[in-house]
T-cell receptor
């Protein structure tokens, strides 16, 4: 019930391409969906987040698409750059609990 | 404005020893969360604390693990009698209030149990 499933586990994209990472959740009580970026040896850093009342949110090259009926959300990275190479985690939380339930992560490699 | 600080960054302990991990939240933040990340896995919630209160410890192992966030000073995650399975990266996050969604993460403490 608390799980967030993330795919793919790893992704290789050419520079300038679009990177797409998908997540699916089960608990309909989740109401906050952030994406975090993590570089080796560092802590996760918030990239972008969305609430279920909107279907899409864009910040620069990063876009979240949200499908409430399918209980799925995805991260799109446009014009991917080698500096985007990192591990990306989707997450979800509900109400006042605020604990984040993380996906298993996607290791993105952007080739120059 | 300093971010979330954690120390030590790396900690090596032998089986049976105690590990103490410290977290200083961002200035003005009174809510602290601890997460554990095993190799090649996502982060798993452990405990949520406010000053002098444990709000949610549903992710904490029942034995050997404890956490506190005193009125003064950093939050402490304490692991007694460490075992090899405790080897992981432990991350602390903070937020300013219960109504704020965003959690800001520290750089983590990497615990190695020999």
């Amino acid at each position: 019930q608390q799980q967030v499933k993330q795919s793919p586990q790893s992704l290789i994209v050419q520079k300038g391409g679009i990177s797409i990472i998908n997540c699916a959740y089960e608990n309909t009580a989740f109401d906050y969906f952030p994406w975090y970026q993590q570089f080796p040896g560092k802590g996760p850093a918030l990239l972008i987040a969305i609430r279920p009342d909107v279907s899409e949110k864009k910040e620069g090259r990063f876009t979240i698409s949200f499908n409430k009926s399918a209980k799925q959300f995805s991260l799109h990275i446009m014009d991917s750059q080698p500096g985007d190479s990192a591990t990306y985690f989707c997450a979800a939380s509900k109400g006042s609990a605020r604990q984040l339930t993380f996906g298993s992560g996607t290791q993105l490699t952007v080739l120059p | 404005n300093a971010g979330v600080m954690q120390n030590p960054r790396h900690l090596v302990r032998r089986r049976g020893q105690e590990a103490r991990l410290r977290c200083s939240p961002m200035k003005g933040h009174s809510h602290v969360y601890w997460y554990r990340q095993l190799p090649e896995e996502g982060l798993k919630f452990m405990v949520y604390l406010q000053k002098e209160n444990i709000i949610d410890e549903s992710g904490m192992p029942k034995e050997r693990f404890s956490a506190e966030f005193p009125k003064e000073g950093p939050s402490i995650l304490r692991i007694q009698q460490v075992v090899r399975g405790d080897s992981a990266a432990y991350f602390c996050a903070s937020s300013p209030s219960i109504t704020t969604d965003t959690q800001y993460f520290g750089p983590g403490t990497r615990l190695t149990v020999l």
